[in-house]
């Protein structure tokens, strides 16, 4: 199982993806499930995945492959974030076409799915949810994030902090908090946590970061939302019969 997250404010879009694939007693794999594609000053563009691994490697390499040998159209020569999603669409379609049979030979699940965000000169930055289909939805004020994988757990928060005003440095915490609560409740979602920022009409990423089991800030985070949440409920009113 994996969670990713992506949330949009004015500011910008903070983008977070978990690295666990598989969970058990003996058996946990890791892989890294962002990607970025940049080009400073004309376009930043990021990426996270969930689902079947292999279509969603599959899907990157045939993205990646596309810019590498400027095979029009790609990512790196659309002229709109709408054109970026329709090309991870497109692609995942056609993996999901060529694959999806022999998978459910085995029973196997070739689901899939994507979101995308970022910037292209010329206009606003956008941010998407592809569905394993191909097809996708847009981010709006009034639904300014996506959520993919094990998302129920980390909702709630992102739910109450997010809105078009939200600072930087609240969304990021948000996004944090999203994945302590995910990880408390749900082994299947752990560490390391892969995050993107992009601030809005930079054009460039400025942070990517990755909390691993030693970042000191997210032991950090993770103690004091605990004690927090615990302060705050021993506060609420006794319910009088």
Not at 106 to 131: K, M, P, T
Not at 143 to 161: A, L, M, N, S
Not at 179 to 204: E, H, K
């Amino acid at each position: 199982m994996t969670y990713c997250v992506a949330t949009m404010i004015d500011a910008g879009i903070v983008f977070a993806s978990d690295s666990r694939t598989n969970a058990g007693i003996d058996n946990i794999s890791t892989f890294r499930k962002m990607k970025t594609f940049e080009r400073p000053g004309e376009r930043a563009l990021i990426t996270v995945n969930s689902g079947n691994l292999a279509v969603t490697q599959a899907t990157i390499n045939h993205l990646e492959r596309a810019v590498q040998h400027n095979i029009e159209p790609n990512l790196m020569s659309v002229h709109s974030m709408y054109e970026v999603a329709e090309l991870i669409g497109a692609a995942l379609r056609e993996v999901r076409h060529r694959d999806a049979h022999f998978l459910a030979e085995s029973n196997v699940d070739s689901c899939a799915n994507f979101i995308v965000g970022g910037q292209i000169a010329g206009e606003h930055q956008r941010l998407f949810l592809v569905y394993a289909e191909g097809n996708f939805i847009e981010a709006t004020p009034e639904t300014p994030y996506f959520q993919i994988g094990e998302v129920k757990y980390g909702k709630p928060i992102i739910d109450r902090i997010i809105r078009a005003d939200t600072s930087m440095n609240d969304a990021i915490k948000s996004v944090l908090v999203s994945f302590d609560s995910t990880m408390r409740s749900n082994l299947s979602v752990g560490l390391p946590i892969d995050m993107a920022c992009y601030n809005c009409n930079a054009l460039r990423l400025d942070l990517i970061h990755c909390f691993d089991e030693q970042d000191n800030y997210m032991q950090r985070l993770h103690r004091s939302w605990g004690e927090g949440v615990r302060r705050a409920f021993s506060q609420l009113p006794n319910f009088e019969c």
